[in-house]
């Protein structure tokens, strides 16, 4: 005899299989999968109806099955490109070997494949460009943010300047994020691209402010009784940061930062569309101006693609807050 | 013998937007080592400034404290606080947030095992041996309370300062916490100013009760002598004379000398304005 234990929240569809439910376990499972998978469905449906009544110049606006199908294909393109640029590196590979037998003295030269990136690696890149601004906004905004909220004169000193750029939207910064890279980033053998560091500074520059304004909110807000315990045990200024001010902060400083990733998220792909950075934004922009009738279908892949990335981004740090907060009820959904 | 502590006309003003205001003067008081001495008075009148003072939390205008010798300018250990909300670093265990003091008081002179055992020592003395890898959150308000005077023992201060230590607990929970307290002074002999404006707690635990006078201006009224015998046990006292005159006293004095006729709302925004002094 074999007993399972299930996890709880599977308890209802095992009670569902074996015939016995509560009225619990209904209301559960109502709340789950019942009314999500309920609302997609009649969200697809309005959508196919609404598609159906759209005609544009590049064709019928697509409805899921169209979408659905311009995945596929882009996941085909991605495989095809990968196979091509095997097949390069390989026969990179016989040529190289079969010169070095005749000339044995010879430098061999490696080339890299020069496709045109694919969906796939437009991901790829729009990641890593938005986790290096974040990361890089993080570096920043959290020492910033304990020095303002530590100093009323910080504080007074920059809260007007904060105030002014943290409205301004990414676009208006690209122009001038754009010139500045071009004119200071001068390299013959450039480590990174240009675009790479124009789109990572422009989300660097809008993603800082909520992890700045709630570092500095939480650092304000250690109660009086931890500041008097610290002063009753004399730490110096340094212990007083580490073990009492940051710790204090912590559940407020991942609020920032959460919201920070978020807005980091939608700046990037509004500034690689802009600029025609590498990524996902580039991705739509071509898109649109290749016009081709299955543009919109491929299109509206991306949106649902880069909603769902965003959404997983949010859950990563949703993950990291759990794990590193000690105060769970600040965690929230 | 030289009193270990002395207040000399210690005085206290606030800067309120509505001009100065007097909340202490002309406060004298000589306290001797191991003595246990309650501050007891309405709220409002002063008390918590007095102990912020001695703490060295808030630095009086006026007159100024003497503690073995040395003038009392800023806080430290020697003056261990225990606050009345516990007080404890919510994400250290009770462990961790009494070895924090101790590694800052003890750093240069104990070992890494040394400090070990005197942390679990201070918190066996309160009796929390038993839930000491706990945090704050998981453990009841007089258990807090508990690891909150450990962690105040455990710096071996010269006076410990109890600002209403038992004011937020249930009668019973306050109970147990009073025979532990008389129990650990009993057994180390520390010199203990409480805060408290419960009058049997007062009886109870202290050597000697200062009653403070309505503010503002507010200074210390009467002083009493209680005068029963040590070890003291709350059912006997019931009705022991000695311990009913006391009460008897005390009551007289905050209810017949010192009643307090009505709130006074420039007392209370200079107070706030001294405890907002960040904002």
């Known amino acids: ?333 | 013998m030289k009193a270990l502590l002395e207040l000399s006309n210690v005085g206290m003003k606030f800067d309120t937007p509505k001009g100065q205001f007097e909340a202490l003067k002309d406060v004298n008081l000589k306290i001797d080592s191991g003595e246990f001495v309650s501050l007891i008075g309405h709220s409002g009148c002063g008390k918590s400034t007095v102990l912020n003072i001695v703490a060295g939390l808030l630095q009086a205008t006026d007159g100024g404290v003497i503690l073995d010798k040395h003038e009392v300018t800023e806080p430290g250990p020697e003056r261990a606080v225990v606050f009345q909300n516990h007080s404890l670093l919510p994400w250290l265990t009770a462990f961790e947030n009494v070895e924090l003091a101790v590694k800052q008081v003890f750093r240069k002179t104990k070992s890494k095992a040394e400090i070990r055992d005197w942390v679990e020592h201070n918190l066996e003395l309160v009796h929390m041996a038993h839930a000491m890898h706990k945090k704050p959150d998981e453990i009841s308000g007089g258990m807090k309370q508990r690891v909150g005077i450990a962690r105040a023992l455990a710096m071996q201060p010269q006076v410990l300062l109890m600002d209403e230590p038992f004011g937020a607990l249930d009668a019973l929970t306050r109970a147990h916490l009073q025979d532990s307290l008389m129990e650990i002074h009993a057994q180390l002999g520390t010199t203990v100013i409480m805060i408290t404006h419960d009058v049997d707690e007062a009886v109870l635990l202290s050597d000697r009760i200062v009653m403070m006078t309505n503010g503002p201006s507010a200074t210390i009224g009467e002083i009493l002598e209680v005068t029963v015998p040590r070890p003291r046990d709350r059912l006997a006292l019931a009705d022991d004379p000695t311990f009913v005159r006391c009460r008897q006293r005390v009551l007289q004095f905050l209810y017949e000398k010192q009643r307090k006729v009505e709130p006074l709302p420039r007392r209370n925004s200079a107070k706030a304005e001294a405890n907002r002094k960040r904002a």
């Open chain 1, 1 to 333: 005899m074999v007993t399972l234990t299930f996890p709880t929240w599977m308890e209802p569809y095992r009670a569902l299989v074996t015939g016995k439910m509560t009225g619990e376990q209904w209301q559960t499972l109502l709340r789950q999968l019942i009314w999500p998978v309920l609302g997609m469905a009649v969200f697809l449906l309005l959508w196919q109806l609404a598609a159906q009544r759209i005609d544009t110049s590049l064709g019928q606006f697509p409805g899921p099955a169209d979408v659905w199908e311009q995945a596929g294909t882009l996941v085909d393109e991605h495989q095809a490109t990968r196979a091509k640029e095997e097949a390069f590196h390989e026969r990179q590979e016989k040529y190289i070997a079969s010169r070095l037998e005749q000339q044995p003295e010879w430098e061999p030269v490696y080339r890299d494949y020069t496709g045109a990136p694919t969906f796939f690696d437009q991901i790829g890149t729009s990641l890593i460009t938005v986790m290096s601004g974040f990361l890089l906004a993080s570096v920043i905004a959290i020492p910033l943010g304990i020095f303002i909220g530590l100093s009323n004169t910080a504080h007074a000193a920059m809260n007007p300047l904060i105030q002014l750029f943290k409205p301004v939207s990414p676009l208006a910064w690209l122009p001038l994020v754009t010139m500045v890279v071009s004119a200071v980033y001068v390299s013959d053998d450039p480590l990174v691209a240009k675009s790479f560091l124009t789109s990572m500074f422009t989300v660097t520059l809008c993603c800082l402010w909520p992890t700045l304004m709630n570092t500095a909110v939480g650092v304000t807000s250690v109660s009086q009784d931890l500041t008097n315990v610290s002063k009753v045990l004399r730490l110096n200024a340094l212990s007083h940061v580490g073990k009492i001010v940051l710790p204090s902060a912590l559940p407020m400083m991942f609020t920032g930062l959460r919201l920070s990733l978020g807005i980091a998220w939608m700046v990037l792909i509004a500034a690689e569309m802009l600029a025609q950075n590498p990524g996902l934004g580039k991705f739509v922009w071509d898109e649109f101006q290749n016009g081709s009738s299955q543009s919109l279908g491929r299109i509206m892949v991306a949106v649902i693609v880069i909603g769902l990335i965003g959404f997983l981004l949010d859950r990563l740090m949703l993950m990291l807050q759990r794990a590193l907060v000690w105060d769970k009820s600040s965690v929230q959904r």
